[in-house]
């Protein structure tokens, strides 16, 4: 039951009491008992109207948090794989982000005299991001039922996640990354993994991203095997499966790469103060192994009078090191 509801029972329950004892002492003071517990059963628009919004915005919000967290954290794990400069600072459309890339480290020495010598290389990834959002509205019906709101959040959630390597994966052509590695999911095995392997002996990382189709090849049979995307298998520091390859070349499948062979950079989008100011609720949720900051807002809308929400980033890609990665396609 309502808990508004539940207060309502118990002072009919306590009027009805009450009126017993006050007619015993006149029939106007029963009248006055009873018209008082008519006033407090009343609805009251404006306290119902509070507590709709209260508990619509805080409902949306737990929950929108705790998907976004379950959702992103699998879709984009592979994006630890690459030089990543996430922040959570307001970042405006097309402002370049600069991600570090150590190039040339300092000159050692033997039986030193002098221990302030030399220097590290640092140039960078310029990275231009894009605002990418997902936009959705919640009925009131829909408010009232968790579940429903669960099943909004995680659809748009994957809508974003798919945007987002989308970008991530726009500088893996062929263009910047030749020679690509030419194999079938049917035929790929541990003989390309040591090709592969071979390709990354120099990098500082060998990470690995595999489309499911590749990965798969890889289950385990016993408890003898390496567990599926483990890192350390096989070599690899880090193996991540991705699903997603339409920003790349054509028959994209994976990459075996240094770190630095490709900058990401992220922000948050800049919302107007007077905008804000109109939220019902706007906050960020970072999602864990890669710290990714994305922004979630609710608000009411004027045009429907029906609640609004959206998740957004600030987001792009750049080839780094063009030398420290190869492609996977099928053909």
């Not at 040591?194 to 289950?219: C, E, M, R, W």
Request: glycine letters at 8%; charged letters at 10%.
């Amino acid at each position: 039951m309502n808990p508004l509801n539940k207060l309502r029972v118990l002072a009919l329950v306590t009027a009805v009491m009450s009126l017993g004892v006050a007619l015993q002492h006149g029939p106007g003071l029963g009248l006055v008992v009873l018209f008082a517990a008519a006033a407090s059963l009343a609805p009251s628009a404006h306290t119902q109207c509070l507590g709709a919004n209260s508990f619509a915005a805080a409902l949306v919000t737990d929950v929108a948090r705790i998907r976004g967290i379950t959702i992103l954290q699998a879709k984009l794990a592979a994006l630890s794989c690459f030089s990543t400069d996430f922040s959570c600072d307001p970042i405006a459309p097309k402002k370049t982000i600069q991600v570090p890339k150590a190039t040339v480290g300092a000159t050692g020495q033997t039986n030193p005299t002098n221990y302030e010598t030399g220097d590290t290389t640092l140039t960078a990834i310029a990275v231009t991001p894009n605002e990418l959002s997902v936009s959705f509205g919640i009925t009131s019906a829909q408010l009232q039922q968790g579940f429903r709101i669960e099943q909004i959040c995680d659809i748009n959630l994957r809508v974003l996640a798919n945007m987002i390597m989308d970008a991530a994966t726009t500088p893996m052509t062929l263009a910047n990354f030749p020679s690509p590695l030419i194999v079938t999911a049917a035929n790929f095995g541990t003989d390309d993994l040591s090709i592969l392997f071979g390709n990354a002996k120099n990098y500082t990382q060998k990470n690995l991203v595999l489309d499911g189709t590749y990965l798969g090849q890889f289950i385990p049979t016993d408890k003898f095997h390496y567990a599926l995307g483990e890192d350390g298998a096989y070599g690899f520091d880090k193996m991540r499966m991705n699903n997603r390859w339409n920003g790349g070349v054509a028959n994209l499948q994976g990459i075996v790469a240094d770190p630095q062979a490709i900058g990401l950079g992220s922000g948050l989008p800049v919302i107007d103060d007077a905008v804000a100011s109109m939220m019902l609720s706007c906050e960020v949720i970072i999602v864990p192994g890669i710290d990714l900051p994305v922004q979630f807002c609710v608000w009411g809308s004027l045009a429907t009078r029906g609640v609004w929400a959206s998740y957004s980033v600030m987001f792009g890609a750049a080839a780094g090191d063009t030398t420290a990665a190869r492609l996977i396609t099928s053909a």
